[in-house]
């Protein structure tokens, strides 16, 4: 079992910078692939970013890819997402999900096996 907590989110200004959090209960931290996903009002949830237990490996969705950076520190048990340039298009609740294989880059929600609740980050225009 692996308990999630995001967090880092907020209100901002257009084109501001956030770092977001999450921090995840256990010791095996670095056997579970990582991802983050969004999910804005009215929409379904997407893939944000996804990295692998180790770090090696990334994946990034195409409408983000060179804003949103994805981390992780084993030693902390903690994953990052880092959104630069922030855009009002970006307002969402942002969620982090852990995959028990640590090398599988999952894109789709149900592919993942636990969740974080959550947490808001609203840009203003």
């Known amino acids: 079992q692996v308990q999630l907590v995001e967090s880092g989110g907020g209100l901002v200004q257009s084109g501001v910078s956030l770092r977001l959090s999450c921090a995840a209960s256990?010791?095996?931290?670095?056997?579970?692939?990582m991802g983050w996903f969004r999910q804005a009002p009215g929409k379904e949830r997407e893939i944000v970013a996804a990295?692998?237990?180790?770090?090696?490996?990334?994946y990034y969705a195409d409408s983000l890819k060179g804003r949103f950076t994805i981390s992780r520190d084993n030693a902390k048990n903690t994953v990052y997402l880092q959104m630069n340039s922030l855009k009002p298009e970006d307002t969402a609740v942002y969620y982090c999900?852990?995959?028990?294989?640590?090398?599988?880059?999952?894109?789709?929600?149900?592919?993942?096996?636990?969740w974080g609740q959550g947490t808001q980050v609203t840009v203003s225009s």
């Open positions: 990295i692998s237990g180790g770090g090696g490996l990334t």
């Open positions: 999900a852990a995959n028990r294989v640590a090398l599988r880059i999952a894109t789709t929600a149900g592919a993942y096996d636990y």
């Open positions: 256990g010791r095996t931290f670095s056997s579970y692939a």
